[in-house]
């Protein structure tokens, strides 16, 4: 059975920074791609990044270069830096790994929540 796990949520500030990381119990991680999706309250669920498992990176739209994404292969882990918070980044993130499948329908996380205080 496969286990996704994000951390690191929290609450912070408007303008500052959290790092959230995602572990995946899978064997072959190196070979999954891997995302963030985010869902605030009363909103519909919108995809956030995504690394691929060569390395491409992808964005939403609304990022605007404020986070990155990276992955630690050798500790089945990815990471979502986050800088310059506003409070409309508050969500619950979901972390999901996916191979030879769309990234929506792969192994879902059960998330954690950031909270951005104005």
């Known amino acids: 059975q496969v286990h996704v796990a994000e951390s690191g949520g929290g609450l912070v500030q408007a303008g500052g920074s959290l790092r959230l990381s995602c572990a995946a119990s899978?064997?072959?991680?190196?070979?999954?791609?891997m995302g963030w999706f985010r869902q605030a309250f009363g909103k519909e669920r919108e995809f956030v990044a995504r690394?691929?498992?060569?390395?491409?990176?992808y964005f939403g739209d609304f990022v605007k270069g404020r986070f990155t994404i990276s992955r630690e292969n050798a500790k089945n882990t990815v990471y979502l830096q986050m800088n310059s918070l506003n409070p409309e980044d508050t969500a619950v993130y979901y972390c999901?790994?996916?191979?030879?499948?769309?990234?929506?329908?792969?192994?879902w996380g059960q998330g954690t929540q950031v909270t951005v205080s104005s």
């Open positions: 690394i691929n498992w060569n390395g491409d990176t």
């Open positions: 999901v790994a996916a191979r030879g499948t769309p990234l929506a329908n792969g192994y």
């Open positions: 899978l064997r072959t991680f190196a070979g999954y791609d």
